[in-house]
């Protein structure tokens, strides 16, 4: 495939750069400072794991709610889920201080903490991710041997519970990233500061990864050169369409309830970032879903949940570096823009060869 | 009893011997006018005024609430001590800190979070021991903020009606009266009075019950669609059997 020897060297470049971190250390390699300690890393993280809501939606619509109709997507989304969160769990190496000491939280606890919850959860989430993939292996492998059908036999009747326990975890600490902004008040932007960011965040995470699920399936529809299920994807889009208005009303009464609405309307960075996201992530996809000639077409559907991931990966950029009243600015380094394009690279490349070697669609 | 430092920013002449004997008690270099992971307390100057910076050793601290492998640790009788052998290097500490205190070692290849701790490992700090005019005591908290209401009461045209600490995120262990308003001299005044942690616990005190009213609910919901696909499929059984 053409674009795969791009991505390779992306991910070459990556890996280089993430070399040059380890060995000159955070300081001389990225743009962090003690104004800015977390940067784009962490940024993406938020990205990484919102778009990872694609496994716990649709594993929930098609295992909890039985529309069994979705069942052809949830292998694929649970794989989407899995490759965010290996590459969060990259990112976190590279941005750790002290990576060597990752273990910590399993031992050293302090509940009080966010921060404590998230990595239980996504500790916990990654397991529930390996198992409801190991199906997918075991039919790989095709051992036929007595243990290997047990095991399938095992993880079919524990499935509900398994997706339960996802389902309940990823609504944590989806919701939990946000948390993490709970305790800064006074170095954030009314716009993105809020005593129910975690309610947002939530929300957000499950229009994200919808609009993930549908953009998976038509790229790997027209890799694969088969034709999409579009019933399916607009049925999806249709529930993008219910939350985002969901989202939208929370949102902007919220910031009434603040009392902060009249920020949005001066003219500067923060309210210009802030229309950014409102108008990709809600406007224009609610107008392209709501149309009815866009809503029936696949270029319609496909360019609204781009728009959705999009104004969703604003959101989270704005609430990690953007919100901050430091009087600073922190514009990543090239070594710090070099780790992420290459992680995701490698995840495209990741999907894409699962994708094409295992039983996946 | 809780040991406290009381700073008259009005007595400070901006000799900078604290900054010197603190970095010499900490192994640093000569230390700088700004904090950093090097220099556990700065002198700035504002005007005809000398403002002192270091870590406000929070009675309900952020840091400790954030860490999450509780790594920063507050001590009954004042300070906030950070433990680096327990550290992973996540710098919540450092992006959550209300006073932009803990910094990071961001040159070395092990960087550690760097901080005043109040010399919590002897008896009063080095900065107050080097302080020759009075700007810097040390001593109980209780009779510290009694000092220091004295002062601005007994000279009303000389300090602002304000003593910085003592109720800024509930209370913290330094404390600062000055003639000028505090932020004009680089202090965060818009930090809320409640302690910090609580604006997070709040949440996360509720995760147990939430989790368990969410399983049962989920659990509900796959209860009733199974059962409703059972009985869809009896129906058809039974329209076969007629």
Partial sequence: MKWEIPAWILVVIGIIAAG???????????????????????????????????????????HIFKLKRFESIVRPSILVAFIGYIIVVFFLIVDLGLPLSAWHPLVMWNPHSVMFEITWCILLYSSILILELLPVLLEKLDLKNRLSGLLSAFLKFCSPAIVVTGVILST?????????????????????????????????????????????????????????????????SSYIVVILAVYGTVRFQDLIARGVLMTIFSLSFQPLMFWAEIIIGIVIPMILLINTTTRHMESGVHLASWCVLGGFMLNRINTTIIAFNI??????????????????????????????????? | MEKALLIDITKCVGCGECS?????????????????????????????????????????????????????TKHENGPVVYDFSKCIGCRYCIQACPFFIPKYEWDKTFPAVMKCNLCYEREGTACTDACQFGATVYGDRDTLIAEAQRRVAENPGMYVDHIYGLKEVGGTSVLYISSKPFSELGFPTNVPDEAMPKLSWVVVSQIPKFA????????????????RQEVLKAEALEREAK
């Fill in chain 1, 20 to 62: 040059l971190r380890f060995v000159y250390g955070l300081g001389a390699t990225t743009a962090l400072t003690n104004f800015f300690p977390w940067g784009i890393w962490i940024g993406f993280d938020f990205i990484c794991i919102g778009l990872a809501a694609a496994g716990f939606t649709i594993a929930a619509i098609v």
């Fill in chain 1, 172 to 236: 944590l600490h989806q919701s939990s990233f946000g948390s993490l902004y709970l305790i800064m008040p006074s170095k954030m932007s009314a716009l993105w500061y809020s005593n129910i960011i975690p309610v947002l965040f939530y929300i957000s995470c499950l229009a994200a990864g919808l609009a993930m699920s549908i953009v998976t399936q038509i790229a790997a529809a027209r890799q694969m050169g088969h034709k999409v299920n579009f019933k399916l994807l607009e049925e999806l």
């Fill in chain 1, 327 to 361: 009087g600073m600015i922190y514009i990543p380094s090239l070594i710090e823009i070099a780790v992420v394009v290459g992680l995701v690279a490698a995840g495209f490349l990741a999907y894409s060869y699962i994708s094409k070697n295992f039983n996946i669609f």
């Fill in chain 2, 20 to 72: 010197a004997a603190c970095a010499a008690a900490h192994g640093f270099g000569a230390p700088t006018s700004e904090l950093d992971g090097t220099n556990y307390t700065a002198v700035t100057q504002v005007g005809d005024l000398y403002a002192r910076h270091l870590c406000m050793n929070c009675k309900e601290p952020t840091c400790v609430s954030v860490c999450l492998v509780g790594a920063m």
């Fill in chain 2, 212 to 227: 368990v009213a969410t399983g049962v609910l989920l659990f509900g919901i796959h209860w009733i669609t199974a059962r």
